[in-house]
Each structure stands twice: as C-alpha cells, then as structure tokens.
T-cell receptor, first 113, second 113 residues
Framework: KAGVTQTPRYLIKTRGQQVTLSCSPI?????VSWYQQTPGQGLQFLFE???????NKGNFPGRFSGRQFSNSRSEMNVSTLELGDSALYLC????????????FGPGTRLTVT | EDKVVQSPLSLVVHEGDTVTLNCSYE??????LLWYKQEKKAPTFLFML????IEKKSGRLSSILDKKELFSILNITATQTGDSAIYLC?????????????FGKGTKLTVNP
C-alpha cells in the first residue's frame, strides 16, 4: 500500500504571497489532518477533514484554510504569508479520525522570506 | 487551555540503557493519549492509550496511562542507536463533539553506541 504523499516537498515564498500544499492519503483513508511543526511551538494541529467536510479545527487564523476532494485528497492553503508561517507542514491520514492510528506524510518544508 | 508537557526535553544514553519518558496533560475532556516517534520527518504511530493501568507493549517499548494523575510514561528497554528520535505525546481532548490533537514539545532521545 502506498503511503501518504505530500507535494511539494520544499517551497520558498515571500511575505504576502499565498501557497497551496497538497496531500494524498493512503488508499481507503477518509480522514486527513494537517499539522504545523516549528522548533518553538512543536507540532500543532491545524484541521481535519473527513468525507470532504472540515470536522475539526485548531487555533489558527483564517489565513489557513483547506479542503478535501471526493477522492480524499486534501489541499491546504495559506494566504498573505508571514515570516512566522515558515514551518514543516505535515499531513496525516487515518481510517476514522484523530483517535485512530494516523499515518504521516513526509511533510512540506515552507520557507517564507 | 489544554496542555501537554513532556519531560525531559532531551536525553542522552548509552546503548543498552533503559529510559523512561514522561508525558503529563491537562485537558477538559480526555479521550485518548497517543505516542509517536519522529526520526527525520514523518512521525510514526507507537501507541494509543485510553484506559488507566493497562500497559501497551511492542517489543522493547511499552507505555501506560494514569488517568487519575494525568500522565503517561513510555519505557524503552535495552536501547539501540536506532531508537534515537524525538518522541511525541499527544492528547485528544474531545470538546463538544469535535476533536483536536494537542501535542507536547517532544523528548529528543539520543542513544550513543
């Protein structure tokens, strides 16, 4: 079974731009969660999608948004990028949600200059 | 505010040593506690704990939860260099039907030969 894939793996953007990250879950997994990881804050939960609906949301500003498609692939968008958005963005998929075993992708390293 | 605190933040041991990693939490409605191992990029799932006093075991790793004292420990016996990683603890504090995962900052374990 193929694992979770994320594209792109690395990204450099400038302040004020927007960015879209993509995540393809493991086949058969309907839940996709997104996380931001920084050295200072550690791993923080962004949101979770299940069957194309945002089911859970962390404490991030509205600049962070996402969506899920009918094939369970998910995209995350960050608008009006700030320097503090530089981080590793991880997505994870599971069969049923956050309290199920989650399988993480390799992450997208975003650098905002 | 939901909080997960891991200790120690870092630990250096020699191969063959036994280590105990700690995770304490303060959450409104506890649902489950999860342990992950993060080596290079993607965290990998280790254990999910929901009931007090029941040890979960996988090879040289074991974990137990104390819901009265609000903590969990992760034990690794006969450590090997391949155990070097960041160990993350996360709690699912279900609130009003929604879930989110709250992560600790992690314990960085280094096992020297």
């Amino acid at each position: 079974k193929a694992g979770v894939t994320q594209t792109p793996r690395y990204l450099i953007k400038t302040r004020g731009q927007q960015v879209t990250l993509s995540c393809s879950p493991i086949s058969g997994h309907r839940s996709v969660s997104w996380y931001q990881q920084t050295p200072g804050q550690g791993l923080q939960f962004l949101f979770e999608y299940f069957s194309e609906t945002q089911r859970n949301k962390g404490n991030f500003p509205g600049r962070f948004s996402g969506r899920q498609f009918s094939n369970s692939r998910s995209e995350m968008n960050v608008s009006t990028l700030e320097l503090g958005d530089s981080a590793l963005y991880l997505c994870a998929s599971s069969v049923g949600g956050l309290s199920y075993e989650q399988y993480f992708g390799p992450g997208t390293r975003l650098t905002v200059t | 505010e939901d909080k997960v605190v891991q200790s120690p933040l870092s630990l250096v041991v020699h191969e063959g040593d036994t280590v105990t990693l700690n995770c304490s939490y303060e959450v409104t409605n506890f649902r489950s506690l999860l342990w992950y191992k993060q080596e290079k990029k993607a965290p990998t799932f280790l254990f999910m704990l929901t009931s007090s006093g029941i040890e979960k075991k996988s090879g040289r790793l074991s974990s137990i939860l104390d819901k009265k004292e609000l903590f969990s420990i992760l034990n690794i016996t006969a450590t090997q260099t391949g155990d070097s990683a960041i160990y993350l603890c996360a709690v699912d504090p279900r609130q009003g039907g929604s879930e989110k995962l709250v992560f600790g900052k992690g314990t960085k374990l280094t096992v020297n030969p």
